[in-house]
Every structure is written in structure tokens, then in C-alpha cells.
């Protein structure tokens, strides 16, 4: 399905997206209905838990979705959303149907039914989404190892970083320190997937607040 846009510019904040969103995952055919249980929006994608159920409560029979116990299914869908010259628009795809788009979090994904296809894309997109939200947010002074050479924009590679900031006016900017160079690179959290742990800033940390950050793990 390709992009909507509505005209009427009625769409216009966060709370109108989550609203249609809703209205959009909710209806009824002559013998089933769906309901949205859960919306995250991701930068300017909408991710949606979706509820199966049919009318008479008899048990939803699918070819991609195990039954749950209830008798209904959740599947996961994603909705793209931009505006174009004030008109807000969609692209809506079901989690089988072939998304790139892949921060779904965890919260969400858990609440979707098991998939009968272990090698269906739907599977591959649910791991998607687990791979990103366990990429961790490292702290100041971690050392890392990349999980492969990123290209910097001189030709140049790094692979073994630092966590570090810099300021912009007010504001602190998470960058990474390269071992090989001293320099500065600002990296995106996919390129940060697989990485390493060097070493952690705590274990570097005082005796003393080692032993109490130590402790605060128990």
C-alpha cells in the first residue's frame, strides 16, 4: 500500500497521530474484530500491537499466528507518517508484509502472538527490534569495540572508541573519542550493534565507589 495523506489538516500533533492510529486499528467485518491494544511511535513511525477476535468467540484460525488462549491473535504492524506541506500522511504494512523499519520495544513485542513459521519475515522482524533495543547506552568513559571498521567521512576507519560529549551551547552531545587518532566522531546507535565492552568507566572508578557501585548490583 502506498502513502495517504489527509488534505483537511486536521492531523497536527502527537495526541491526533495516536488518535487515528487507534481509529484506524479498530473496526469490525461481518465476523471478526480488531482492536488497537498498544501504539509506540519511534521517531515518526508508529509501531501497533493489533487484537484479533471473532465475533461469535469462536477461536481465530490463521495461518500466520499461533491462536492465543483466549482465542484471539495479536499481530504487530508498522505505520511510516510524515507531513507534506502540513497534510499529515501514512504507510501502513503488517509485521509479515515486510518492514524496514524495526524499533519495536520490547514491551510491545511481547504482547504479539507466536508465529507457526520460525523463518517467516515476521520472525526476522520481531529480532530486529530485540537486536536494536539491546544495543546499550554506553557511558561516559566506556571504551568499546565496534562491531566492524566504520568509514569516517576522510576515508579514514575507527573501530575502537570512547564514550565522551561535547557541548553545543547548552546542550551535552554523546561522541566517541578514536583510540588511534584522539579525534572525535559522532556514531549512530545501528552502527553501535554488536559491539564490544572494553572496559567500563566504573571499573575505573575509585575503590571506594567501585565497591558502592558494586554493591548497588546485588
Known amino acids: 500500500m502506498g502513502w495517504l495523506f489527509y488534505s483537511d489538516r486536521r492531523i497536527k500533533s502527537y495526541g491526533d497521530e495516536k488518535t487515528e492510529i487507534a481509529r484506524l486499528c479498530t473496526f469490525e467485518t461481518v465476523t471478526r474484530k480488531t482492536t488497537l491494544i498498544k501504539a509506540s511511535k519511534v521517531g515518526s513511525t508508529w509501531y501497533v500491537a493489533v487484537r484479533v477476535t471473532n465475533l461469535d468467540s469462536s477461536p481465530v484460525e490463521d495461518r500466520t499466528y499461533v ?6 491473535i495479536t499481530f504487530g504492524a508498522v505505520f511510516l507518517t510524515r507531513y507534506d506541506d502540513g497534510c499529515w500522511g501514512y504507510k501502513d504494512m503488517e509485521e509479515s508484509a515486510g518492514p524496514v523499519e524495526s524499533r519495536a ?12 513459521d520460525p523463518d517467516s519475515y515476521a520472525h526476522a522482524w520481531r529480532q530486529c527490534c530485540r537486536n536494536w533495543a539491546a544495543i546499550p547506552n554506553y557511558e561516559e568513559g566506556d571504551r568499546i569495540k565496534l562491531a566492524a571498521p566504520v568509514t569516517l567521512s576522510d576515508g579514514s576507519t575507527c573501530q575502537i572508541v570512547t564514550a565522551t560529549h561535547y557541548r553545543r551551547g547548552r546542550q551535552k552531545r554523546r561522541c566517541y573519542r578514536i ?22 568507566a566504573k571499573s575505573e572508578a575509585s575503590p571506594v565507589l567501585a565497591e558502592f557501585l558494586a554493591g548497588q548490583g546485588e
Not at 583510540?179 to 567500563?200: D, N, Y
Open 105 to 116: 520495544p520490547i514491551s510491545l513485542l511481547a504482547l504479539l502472538s507466536e508465529l507457526k
Open 179 to 200: 583510540e588511534e587518532t584522539g579525534g572525535l566522531v559522532r556514531l549512530s546507535k545501528a552502527s553501535l550493534a554488536g559491539a564490544e565492552l572494553l572496559c567500563s
Open 67 to 72: 491462536t492465543d488462549a483466549d482465542g484471539s
